[in-house]
């Protein structure tokens, strides 16, 4: 008797004591644009309710405007400039490892006895890419499973979850149709974004094909919900709902021309959500449907995941526990970086803070204009805009964001959302210029910064022939400047 009655004691404890699932969602190339952050015409319900039952954020930031550079630093915890994997689609083909001490998350994980899984498939429905696009291929598996059905539920997981809405829509126009959104499997829902009652950002002309592309764009934010819910749904059928943390964010910004491959706030600016597990005491700093105004950077994920699942922070980890005890003073920048993407050098740095966001431009005569076939190609509003410039159509913002990019900007993002008044020649704000400045130059020298270092032209040669055999070159493009 008295051993059942120790046993029934330890079994609680024991319970206790075991770490919660994790679960990543990853959305591919999101702002914003959900309910729960005030957006109009659309209707996520499962994103919104994790944050009503979780914890929003509202200063998050990508690392990098761009998939690649992005994952490799939130999977390190590391920023891709100080691991030499900040090029877009570098070492896939050489004997590059990561730095000595600099490990994948999962690897990690997997070390402290958690499952890994970069989920698919959940029976027979498709959930998820299975994406990983790192720059870097030589450090091992970094998951065990893409399959949920071999996961055992009955012991602590990671499982990782990257959704394909915004990505695919731009290639095969599915959501064109109207009165229609795709989802999973060629199953059709209706559309909430239509071409009449969307709002396109004033950087953009209003145009039709503007209306069409951003209408789109929200309308694959719909469908990523419903995917979302699947999943949501199949940790209840599981029974692990409440002893698993979710998180959900997106890897960069924006699907749309100004947006992914630029560091505007509309390419850097993530959605972050993460709901606490019911069956375990939230940390300090969590409160449930609270909203959290901190700067924040994804690598910062890195850190925190490991901090849930009970483990030490490796000293040379450059991401931040954003809950519990000792999590140090908060961020007062969040640092972002643009190399080369495929075959277009261009190099931008960023500094974000809670209002002012300061942008270095490196590479003169560069900017929006500055010829990407992949973006020539799937997004419709850069032609557009081509033809209406030189046909005398374009003024105010969208004619001004055809010009190269000075060497500074600074926005304030209070008063001016949509980053089109630049204010690093304004005497008001010189003293915050200078401050972000100063910002930038440390974070260069203190994170070893190898943006400087040019890759040799046998690297990118090959983009340029990739890309043009994949999207093709626009005439304009071979003209003698």
């Known amino acids: ?87 877009m689609r570098s070492h896939r083909d050489d004997q590059f490892r990561l730095p000595a001490g600099v490990r994948p998350l999962t690897q990690r994980l997997a070390d402290a006895g958690y499952q890994t899984a970069n989920v698919t498939h959940i029976g027979d429905s498709v959930v998820g890419t299975g994406k990983l696009d790192l720059n870097f291929v030589n450090e091992g598996p970094l998951y065990a499973t893409k399959l949920w059905s071999e996961i055992d539920t009955s012991k602590p997981f990671f499982a990782q979850f990257n959704m394909p809405e915004a990505e695919y829509d731009i290639y095969d126009r599915k959501s064109a149709e109207k009165e229609r959104v795709v989802w999973v499997g060629e199953e059709w829902h209706p559309a909430v974004a239509t071409p009449e009652n969307v709002t396109p950002p004033p950087y953009y002309p209003d145009h039709p094909i503007v209306r069409q592309e951003w209408a789109r764009y ?62 375990h005491s939230p940390p300090k700093h969590f409160t449930v449907g609270g909203v959290d105004e901190r700067v924040v950077s994804l690598i910062d994920l890195t850190a925190t995941t490991l901090a849930i699942a009970g483990l030490e922070i490796p000293p040379t980890m450059q991401g931040r526990r954003l809950f519990g005890d000792e999590i140090g003073a908060p961020r007062r920048y969040a640092f972002s970086a643009r190399d080369r993407i495929d075959e277009t050098q261009v190099r931008q740095r960023s500094v974000r803070g809670k209002r002012f966001h300061y942008v270095r431009n490196y590479t003169e005569g560069a900017g929006f204009s500055t010829l990407n076939r992949y973006k020539e190609k799937c997004f419709l509003v850069k032609p557009l805009m081509r033809e209406m410039l030189a046909a005398g159509t374009l003024s105010g913002p969208p004619a001004d964001l055809m010009k190269p990019f000075p060497k500074e900007q600074l926005f304030d993002t209070v008063n001016d959302r949509f980053e089109i008044n630049n204010l690093a020649e304004s005497n008001e704000h010189r003293e915050q210029l200078l401050q972000m400045r100063a910002a930038l130059d440390t974070w260069i020298a203190e994170t070893g910064d190898r943006g400087h270092i040019p890759e040799s032209p046998e690297i990118v040669a090959p983009f340029l022939q990739e890309m043009h055999d994949w999207f093709g070159t626009p005439a304009w493009a071979d003209q003698p400047k």
């Open 1 to 87: 008797m008295a051993a059942f009655l120790l046993l029934s004691f330890l079994a609680p404890l024991q319970a206790a004591e075991r770490p919660p699932n994790i679960v990543w969602i990853v959305g591919e190339n999101f702002d914003l644009d959900f309910g729960c952050y005030g957006a109009t015409n659309v209707r996520t319900p499962n994103v919104d309710r994790l944050a009503d039952e979780g914890m929003r954020f509202t200063h998050a930031f990508s690392t990098s405007p761009v998939c690649a550079p992005s994952r490799s630093a939130f999977m390190t915890g590391m920023y891709a400039t100080t691991t030499d994997t900040h090029h």
């Open 218 to 279: 929200l309308n694959s934010a719909s469908g990523m919900d419903i995917r979302i819910g699947s999943i949501l749904e199949q940790l209840q059928k599981d029974g692990v709902a409440d002893d698993t943390v979710v998180i959900f964010f997106g890897d960069n910004g924006r699907l749309e021309a100004r947006g992914i491959h630029w560091c505007f706030d509309s390419g850097l600016h993530v959605p972050l959500v993460i709901r606490w597990a019911k069956n």
